[in-house]
DNA sequence: TTATAATATATTGGTTCGATATATCTAAAG
DNA sequence: CTTTAGATATATCGAACCAATATATTATAA
């Protein structure tokens, strides 16, 4: 899925303007499944109005600066549906945060504690913030998928949250032993 | 992380050559949470060698062709150490499934059906195969990551298979209520 | 004998990301 | 009352990245 499939997508929930796109990727319902920056979103949407996916028009507003609000076609969402009966790619996740855990001995234990806190709160608040949203009326597909989210945040929470001690712990230990082993009997002085 | 970030976390663990390491984010301790494709890899590690953050020796080989075997150098190792001490970037994850599964209502029930599955059996076989690990001698970090992606992959396989035919029975329900909508009396003869 | 898969390196073109620039208004802090 | 910060809104550039492809050899399967 390219960020102008993922723009048609947004696009068919109603119209926008492409900072609207952005924040749907951030706070809206593709949260953390799918994401894009004004750097691939505007030139897609340029892209897709160029080829009759989409309609543009301008808005002027009191205060703010002038939006353009972008629209649907019906070849957009015939290209859509296309775009939908493809193979779907294997998920593709970048964790930063896994990455650093998976290499916690290298961490001095002030950073580690504040990275792996940050995470667990991280899926806290992804859960509240799932849980808070009103379900009535919603399609079986989106739903489907926010109670999938639920889950997912719910169980990474929660998994840190009760092993949190027992890493630290088993990590503190790990440490320990290593340096025993360095020093040879055990009795040494430390350095 | 960028990739060249990667590269010194895969060399961390041991000597490798670039399609080595690219095994690594396929099947190795790093796949599902990050990956890398021969385009990022092979540039990253001439960068590297460039900088002194790896040494590379040549190994002519019976029959294969040749392979270059990159090493991790004391500079590249304190590269990879501060690359760790920063802020880690949000997870990011791109997931053409869940974007399908969400536009389910549009996809005929073949198409669906078969997505849903693969992404069932996909997470089973990730489950399956983490399992079958032997976890003796690994360090903390290591085998915490690890057990934590095999929860993931339980509740996502568990969550798919308890989930599959209520989804279907509630698409079902709509779909039949929507076209109930358009033919207005309930007693329209489709079309 | 032919095709497929695995090992191994490398490049190219297109896509995408992160940072930045511009501009206006609102709300909060001083 | 004034400055600062944050939200709204569009846009672009260069760097990074990815998918596909090219090349070459060997082993295995059909």
Redesign the interface.
Same mark, same amino acid.
């Given at each position: 899925?390219d960020v102008k499939t993922?723009c048609l997508?947004v696009l068919?929930l109603g119209d926008a303007t492409g900072y609207e796109i952005k924040k749907q990727f951030e706070e809206g319902?593709?949260a953390?499944?799918?994401?894009a920056g004004f750097g691939s979103i505007y030139p897609a949407l340029n892209a897709l109005l160029n080829d009759g996916m989409v309609t543009c028009r301008d808005e002027r507003q009191q205060g703010r600066p002038d939006k353009k609000v972008y629209r649907l076609t019906a070849a957009g969402e015939a290209a859509?549906?296309a775009a =939908?009966?493809g193979r779907?790619?294997?998920?593709?996740?970048?964790?930063?945060?896994?990455?650093?855990?998976? @290499?916690?001995?290298? +961490?001095?234990e002030t950073?580690l504690r504040a990275?792996y806190d940050?995470?667990l709160s991280?899926f806290r608040s992804c859960f509240e913030h799932v849980r808070s949203l009103d379900n009535t009326g919603i399609?079986?597909?989106?739903?489907?998928?926010r109670? =999938?989210g639920a889950?997912?945040y719910e169980?990474?929470a929660t998994?840190?949250a009760e092993?949190r001690e027992r @890493?630290f712990a088993? +990590?503190d230990a790990?440490q320990k032993a290593e340096s025993t082993a360095k020093t040879g009997t055990g009795m040494g002085t430390g350095r």
């Open positions: 899925m993922l997508g068919k319902p593709f953390y499944f799918n994401q859509l549906t =939908l009966h779907p790619a294997l998920d593709k996740l970048r964790s930063d945060t896994i990455f650093m855990l998976f @290499f916690a001995e290298m +961490l001095d950073h990275t940050g995470y991280y399609t079986p597909g989106r739903l489907f998928v109670d =999938l889950e997912f169980t990474m998994y840190l092993h @890493f088993e +990590l790990h």
